[in-house]
């Protein structure tokens, strides 16, 4: 599921980005298989390396040129986002990005691949990835922040936050606020969840997708068409209601409806249910950006 998380310089946008691949299912033979062979087109194969076993980590800086993100050339190769293919795509400082470069991501998104057409013919790489993206709030940083006052006008700040489109918000399936961390959770001696932990639950959840999906050319939730949502994401009378309300006052889209139930799908196997309860709805709902934001 792709994440979008806002908040303050120095919060920890970057470092959570960067640990996602740490809890992030092992690698199918398949799904090392079509990694190695991007990489090995793209000449970025190490000689020691002959399969790529590792989910790839790309985050390319803001200044990538068009071809550098989806690939091209002559003879056209892959870009970052196939490079990241069963990985992770981290764009961070994402109103930086050249709105175009931004545009084509929305395709590439919804179908997973992306096509490159040149005179000689039409070339196809895949683009299966988790796309993270990082922002501050305002140019200045710290609008909304608790201890440092934003010193960015009104109108800056709302032409800061429109570099991104509704479309690829809408993409989005986990819109979240980053705040910044006090001084006591910095200091205590009490050590946190390991990611070997949280993977632990990351992989049963997977495990319980593949056998969902078993047959399929489908591999987690966030692959779901129309047809799968209808019939894995099954609510009861109180979800079915709980969404009929959050689509009037989210104002969702067609797009933000079926996105919310994978979610919600999600939410439910990582706490191993085999039905979607109103508590993983309204989860799945909290994380969704309101269009009043």
């Known amino acids: ?59 390319p800086h803001h200044t990538i ?106 993409r989005i399936d986990i819109h979240l606020k980053v705040p910044r961390v006090d001084y006591q959770k910095l200091s205590e001696k009490r050590a946190g969840e390991t990611s070997e932990t949280i993977r632990e639950r990351v992989e049963a959840a997977r495990q319980l997708q593949i056998q969902r999906f078993a047959g399929t050319k489908l591999v987690s939730n966030a692959d779901m068409s129309p047809k799968e949502i209808r019939q894995y994401c099954v609510l009861d009378a109180a979800g079915e209601g709980l969404m009929k309300t959050a689509m009037r006052q989210l104002r969702l889209t067609a797009r933000g409806y079926h996105r919310v139930l994978k979610l919600a799908r999600t939410i439910a196997d990582l706490a191993g249910e085999a039905t979607i309860k109103t508590e993983h709805l309204a989860e799945a709902l909290q994380y969704r950006q309101n269009e009043e934001e």
């Open 65 to 170: 040129s068009h071809a550098g993100l989806v690939g091209g050339g002559h003879i056209p190769r892959p870009g970052e986002i196939s490079l990241a293919h069963r990985g992770v795509l981290f764009l961070d400082e994402l109103p930086e990005f050249g709105k175009r470069i931004l545009e084509v991501l929305r395709q590439p998104l919804e179908d997973k691949i992306v096509t490159i057409s040149r005179a000689q013919g039409s070339f196809t790489f895949p683009a299966n990835f988790m796309l993270v993206g990082a922002m501050n709030p305002c140019p200045c940083g710290y609008f909304g922040d608790t201890l440092r006052q934003c010193t960015c006008a009104p109108a800056a700040i709302s032409s800061y936050q429109k570099r991104i489109s509704g479309p690829l918000l809408d």
């Open 1 to 59: 599921h792709n994440v979008l998380m806002t908040g303050s310089p120095g919060a920890g946008k970057t470092l959570l980005a960067r640990a996602m691949t740490s809890i992030l299912p092992s690698m199918s033979l398949d799904e090392s298989l079509e990694v190695t062979r991007i990489y090995s087109i793209s000449d970025q194969l190490p000689s020691q390396t002959p399969l790529i076993r590792q989910r790839p980590f790309r985050a």
